[in-house]
Structures are given as structure tokens and as C-alpha cells.
């Protein structure tokens, strides 16, 4: 319901910030994203998708429902 209309705003809002740093969407399972950039823009692009999934969701709801991301080299659970 809501948390995949909020994860598909989030993919609009955040296919319009590719032009500040580049990185690139790879895969979506369920409630997860896994973006791929340089290792040197890594903090600026998890800071990038944690505003991003905070705003989409503020278009749905008043709350503000935190966003949590992590660097990594590979991907994990």
C-alpha cells in the first residue's frame, strides 16, 4: 500500500538527483535499494537517498518516517 507508493516517489524524486552526483539505481527488492557510485561519492549518495525517501514520504503522510542507509561494498542483509 503506502510504503510502495512512498518507494515509487522516491524513484521519481531520486531519477531527478542523478545530475548532482552520479550514480546509478541497480536493484530494488521489496523495501531495499541498492545504488552503485564511486567509492569517494558514496556518503554524498546515501545522504542523497536518505532525503529523498524522507520527502517522498512526507507527500503521504505528516509523520516523518526516517530513512536508513548504509555504505557497503557488496550488497547484504
Do not use: Y
Request: hydrophobic residues 45%.
Amino acid at each position: 500500500g503506502t510504503g510502495a507508493s512512498i518507494s515509487k516517489r522516491a524513484g521519481v524524486l531520486l531519477r531527478k538527483r542523478t545530475n548532482e552526483v552520479p550514480f546509478e539505481l541497480i536493484l530494488l527488492v521489496h523495501d531495499e535499494w541498492v545504488l552503485l557510485c564511486k567509492e569517494e561519492h558514496a556518503l554524498q549518495v546515501k545522504k542523497i537517498l536518505q532525503q529523498t525517501m524522507v520527502e517522498a514520504a512526507k507527500e503521504f503522510c505528516e509523520l516523518e518516517i526516517p530513512a536508513e542507509a548504509v555504505v557497503s561494498k557488496f550488497w547484504k542483509k
